[in-house]
């Protein structure tokens, strides 16, 4: 398949070189010294479960020069969407689709308002990944398991693709049979972890081995399941122990770091707003409270832009 990686950072880059090793076309849309570095040493993944050097990469900044794409593989951050998503419009044909990866649950509707409806599929992606250096992404744990569901939450041709191409890479590509209640199990544990997790600069399982912050995490969680419950969602009842589960059952080494704590950590801007000022204004609208939350978005928000100097 021709596929394009709209932001070749920490999960494009992961996704887009597993791809390229199962021998698909990847376009990595990347941009800065990142993208200067790709052009002219390739692609690096560094990854316990083995490194992948792809070289050489077709990398551009330019989407104009790309042409029509099968896929597009949406990983940009979630401030950065709407620049984003209106590059993709020149390497969309006919038949083009785009899966979203980023958290929040708000993706789907962001991109569907510029590319139309029916022309993008919900996915979420339990993996910590990110850019160590200019062309080099560290791929430091998970579960490499990507859930996808169309908006219709139908099976489609699309969907069945997706199974292919992410299992012949070596991961696990499982069709979601509810879009919302994929993106909200996932939302559970991101908005806990990242909140959290940013906070007390502590990853995952490291959170939980802590019999201080572990009911912090525990709480958080709670909170997003209460906010999905009041919206009509119909979480899993058990959906916290699995989270939990998948925390554990990853253990030291391939542990869950949040996105969000590495952002801050490297004064990065931070998705703040999509993750815990989301929650925190749906818990307002649903008349459910968010304490951990609440205290979670209040306390980062001066991070949210970025620091100059971490
Ligand atoms: N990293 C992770 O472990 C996980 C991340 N996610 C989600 O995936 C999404 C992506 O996160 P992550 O991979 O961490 O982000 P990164 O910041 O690592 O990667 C995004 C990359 O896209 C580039 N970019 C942004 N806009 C453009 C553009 N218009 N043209 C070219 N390049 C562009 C950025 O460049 P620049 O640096 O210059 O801004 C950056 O290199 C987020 O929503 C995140 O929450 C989900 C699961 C796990
Ligand atoms: C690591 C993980 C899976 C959960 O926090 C994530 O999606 C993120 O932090 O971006």
């Not at 990347?30 to 050097?53: Q, V, Y």
């Not at 969907?159 to 209640?181: C, K, M, P, S, Y």
């Not at 909200?184 to 959170?207: E, H, I």
């Amino acid at each position: 398949m021709r596929i394009a990686v709209m932001g070749t950072g920490g999960m494009g880059g992961f996704l887009g070189a597993k791809l390229a090793m199962a021998g698909h076309e990847i376009i990595f849309i990347a941009r800065g010294p990142h993208l200067d570095a790709i052009k002219k040493h390739g692609l690096k993944l560094l990854s316990n479960a083995g490194d992948i050097h792809i070289h050489p990469a077709t990398a551009t900044e330019d989407t104009t020069e790309v042409g029509a794409v099968d896929l597009i593989l949406f990983c940009v951050k979630l401030y950065d969407t709407t620049a984003a998503v209106r590059a993709c419009l020149p390497m969309m044909g006919s038949d083009s689709f785009i899966l979203t990866l980023q958290n929040g649950v708000e993706s789907v509707d962001m991109l569907s308002s510029v590319v139309g409806q029916g022309r993008t599929i919900g996915g979420s992606i339990y993996v910590s990944a990110s850019i160590e250096s200019p062309g080099v992404i560290t791929h430091s744990g998970g579960n490499n398991t990507i859930r996808f569901a169309e908006v219709d939450n139908q099976p489609s041709r699309r969907t069945e693709i997706l199974e292919d191409i992410f299992t012949q890479a070596g991961l696990v590509g499982i069709r979601a049979e509810n879009l919302q209640v994929m993106l909200w199990s996932k939302f559970v544990l991101l908005s806990a972890n990242a909140g959290v997790g940013a906070l007390t600069d502590r990853s995952a399982a490291q959170m939980v081995a802590d019999p201080l912050v572990k009911p912090l995490l525990l709480a958080a969680m709670q909170e997003a399941y209460d906010v999905a419950s009041a919206m009509g969602i119909p979480l899993p009842e058990g959906v916290i122990d699995r989270v939990l589960d998948v925390i554990v059952s990853n253990g030291e080494k391939q542990d869950l770091i949040a996105s969000q704590c590495l952002d801050l950590r490297k004064g990065r801007p931070l998705e703040l707003e999509w993750i815990q000022g989301t929650l925190h204004r749906l818990g307002q609208h649903y008349d459910i409270p968010t304490p951990i939350t609440s205290t979670c978005y209040a306390a980062l928000k001066r991070f949210a832009s970025g620091r100059q100097n971490p």
